[in-house]
């Protein structure tokens, strides 16, 4: 019997992330070799010309399992039925601007959204916030969805985690897959924690192979600030990587997270760890039938306190800026 | 028992269609969802920085079956021990350069690159040639690489192929994979001759589904000019497509073409269908145990005679052009 299609919706869809991102989902990476796909594909109207492009390569692919592209500078329009939203799009910063203008320029669009999906998106609907300040953005979006779950959102913290398992296994110089239990604490920022203190690396601790001092003026600075040197090297911000997390994130939720690990994504604090603001913040969560479970109960010392508390603080103060909005 | 890695070499490796190309490789979209990878990326020395850049993020994505990133300006260390190389780097044509010196400039690299692939690439390898003019490029490389098969070495027409099947596909109104047994013949050029005479929509035959002026004053001039229409569109020239399609060959011709199908690469002539000079013509061609075949016999009309002989034609003065370089 037929498969019946499921529809993803990709906002940005003009962008360098989606460029990276819409051939491999097309191509069954995320929903599965026998999914079909309808893709909705979401730009602003000075970019619908480019956005006709990358239909255009899209349908060039001839990709069996692509059964339709819109493309539409209507947010009502994109969001349809959709089972499956990437929201990548994002105001970046202007010139001159403050970063409570951005939040604020983010927190506008996000509302829109969230308000559209609520009203007609599918009711099962799966929400990935890709674009910055993505945590923030996921909590307005989810706001203005009163309808939906609140578990139906989330923000990517998964370029964090991956970045993080790269660099410890090349310190470690042991092939990455051998490394589990990485966490990224809270926000998608420079204040994020990434934390190795329950990290295994084969059956042993992975804190017991590294000194403090290279956790905390090496591995911590270099994945807090991956992002500009990824920028300053290729001349552009990470695109590819990015998507490939953003992929990896919808995977894990949609078809769940192997039974001996667990990921790092940004949902809404349940009161866990001691977040018991309304904030979406980075835990380590496992998937299973569609759903994510925050890990719960794991053992937290001073050191990672602090850190989770420093960037929780980052979080309250970005959520106090466009309360407004909720 | 763990799988032996297997060496991959992308030349241009900065560029955009590399930039497509190697996440997908490297999350095993090719070779295998078990198949480690040593990736060797060449660029030249100016493109070096943006290199960096692009394996810090793949790097950044954590891939388990990456072993190694090698990147690279010295084309023999790039080929050293290769079993899979993607072409893709070549000489973009710049202001004021006739056509033929663009031949000669691009057969200066591939000569030189087929014979490092000559003296160091595996015994095994096998050359995709993705950068253009492909066909004679790969016909260069082959030539100086005389310890190797000829058989080892092909260009790329899976792009137009898969257009021409979206297109035809687009215009009977039906799934993409509905269609069977496209043909693109000859050159990766404007002169490529798109033929559906042996295509079946589902079990009919689909010439009897268009009218012979659609073919050739929609279809073929659509197909021959795609490359240009993406370019005016997006503003940049199809990547993400080639991308695809350069994958699509390489795993069909490592992994086997579907029993009831074959697909288009530009491989060295055997005198087929009356093509006797020694060029790389694209035929219908049939993988088995990582081997190509010519498909054979295949009926061929008068209408389609007229447009085999001139791409034909093209690609002998393709050759006459650069032949001081075999």
């Not at 953005?137 to 939906?148: Q, Y």
């Not at 897959?177 to 203190?197: A, E, F, R, V």
């Not at 690396?201 to 090496?218: F, I, N, T, Y």
């Not at 769940?256 to 990921?263: H, K, L, N, Q, S």
């Amino acid at each position: 019997m037929a498969v019946k299609p499921i529809r993803v919706t990709v906002t940005g869809a003009a962008g360098n992330i989606s460029y990276a991102l819409l051939f491999r989902l097309a191509s069954g990476h995320v929903l599965g070799t026998d999914q079909p796909i309808e893709l909705n594909l979401l730009e602003i109207p000075q970019a619908m010309g480019n956005l006709e492009g990358v239909a255009m390569e899209l349908t060039d692919c001839a990709f069996p399992l692509l059964q339709s592209i819109n493309i539409t500078d209507q947010t009502g329009n994109a969001f349809q039925d959709t089972s499956v939203a990437f929201l990548v799009g994002s105001r970046p910063r202007s010139a001159g601007m403050e970063r409570k203008d951005l939040l604020e320029a983010n927190a506008q669009i996000f509302r829109q959204q969230g308000r559209i999906i609520n009203e007609h998106a599918s009711r099962d609907v799966k929400v990935l916030v890709v674009g910055n300040p993505a945590n923030t953005n996921a909590l307005i979006a989810c706001k203005n969805a009163p309808d939906l779950k609140a578990t139906q959102f989330s923000a990517m913290t998964m370029l964090d985690h991956n970045r993080a398992l790269a660099k410890l296994a090349s310190h470690l110089s042991v092939p990455v897959h051998q490394l589990k239990h990485m966490i990224i604490w809270g926000n998608h920022s420079s204040t994020q924690y990434p934390d190795i203190s329950h990290c295994q690396v084969g059956d042993e601790p992975a804190l017991s192979k590294v000194s403090e001092q290279w956790l905390s003026e090496r591995f911590m600075p270099v994945c807090q600030k991956r992002g500009a040197a990824v920028i300053q090297m290729r001349g552009a911000s990470s695109a590819a990587s990015a998507a490939h997390a953003a992929l990896e994130h919808m995977r894990y939720w949609v078809c769940g997270t192997p039974e001996d690990d667990w990921v790092s994504m940004a949902v809404l604090s349940d009161g866990s760890y001691g977040i018991d603001g309304e904030v979406f913040y980075s835990f380590p969560v496992t998937c299973k039938n569609g759903e994510y479970s925050i890990v719960k109960n794991l053992s937290v010392n001073d050191f990672s306190r602090n850190y989770m508390d420093q960037t929780y603080k980052e979080l309250m103060e970005e959520r106090e800026a466009v309360k407004s909005l909720f």
